[in-house]
């Protein structure tokens, strides 16, 4: 299994709809789990951190599933704006140096269409 | 604002002429990290600094040098540049959590290297 694995997409939806991205990860020692947006030719953002218990920040919602070592990011009612690649991005370890190096997926395309 | 700051944000050279890359934080942070980002690739880290003086490689280091003579500062340096050094660098930093914490990416520097 690779470290980092996404769908690339694209993923092609009408505004309102809800979009769901999973990622899944092969490191069971990491213990750090994130949501990154990029912007075409710009820098990734982080979008949200994932809990173990889950979370949610308005239309967004990320869900972890360490047994299955998965992670999802669900988006409702999309806009136009929400248009982006999504990165799924993962710590290597969960103490000592690579506790500090982070693993990034090659990110999963949407496009929400008029 | 907070920010990172790279330049040049645009950079041809040609195969072998030594350039220097630079990256600035004004976040007082103590880690900071390049990647690379290339098509079907997804970003990849060349190399971290946890704090002053303190480097490390990350997954793609060969043809790289970096160095943290300072807190804010952390060049890259390509000392024979080649045509497979050819991408998209981003300069990221992060607090001490590191990578438990947000990782802040500067603008990013397009590079070709003919």
């Known amino acids: 299994r690779k470290e980092v694995e996404q769908d690339p997409g694209p993923f092609n939806v009408p505004e309102g709809a809800t979009v769901a991205f999973n990622c899944t990860y092969s490191n069971s020692a990491s213990q750090s789990f994130f949501w990154y947006r990029q912007d075409c030719r710009k820098e990734p953002k982080l979008l949200m951190s994932?809990?173990?218990s889950g979370n949610e920040d308005g239309r967004f919602t990320a869900q972890l599933n360490r047994a299955s070592q998965y992670i999802s990011l669900l988006i409702r009612d999309s806009k136009l704006s929400d248009s982006a690649t999504y990165l799924c991005?993962?710590?290597?370890?969960?103490?000592?140096?690579?506790?500090?190096?982070?693993?990034f997926g090659k990110g999963t395309k949407l496009s929400v269409i008029p | 604002e907070a920010q990172v700051t790279q330049n040049p944000r645009y950079l041809i050279t040609v195969t072998g002429k030594k350039l220097t890359v630079t990256c600035s934080q004004n976040?007082?942070?103590?880690?900071m990290s390049w990647y690379r980002q290339d098509p079907g690739l997804g970003l990849r880290q060349i190399y971290y600094?946890?704090?002053?003086?303190?480097?490390d490689k990350g997954d793609v280091p060969e043809g790289y040098k970096v160095s943290r003579k300072e807190k804010r500062n952390f060049p890259l340096i390509l000392e024979s540049p080649s045509p497979n050094q050819t991408s998209l660098y981003f300069c990221?930093?992060?607090?001490?959590?590191?990578?438990?914490?947000?990782?802040?990416f500067g603008p990013g520097t397009r590079l070709t290297v003919l």
């Open positions: 976040m007082n942070h103590e880690y």
């Open positions: 600094s946890m704090n002053v003086e303190v480097t």
């Open positions: 991005v993962v710590n290597k370890k969960y103490s000592g140096a690579g506790s500090y190096q982070l693993t």
């Open positions: 994932v809990y173990s």
């Open positions: 990221a930093s992060s607090s001490r959590q590191g990578g438990t914490d947000t990782q802040y």
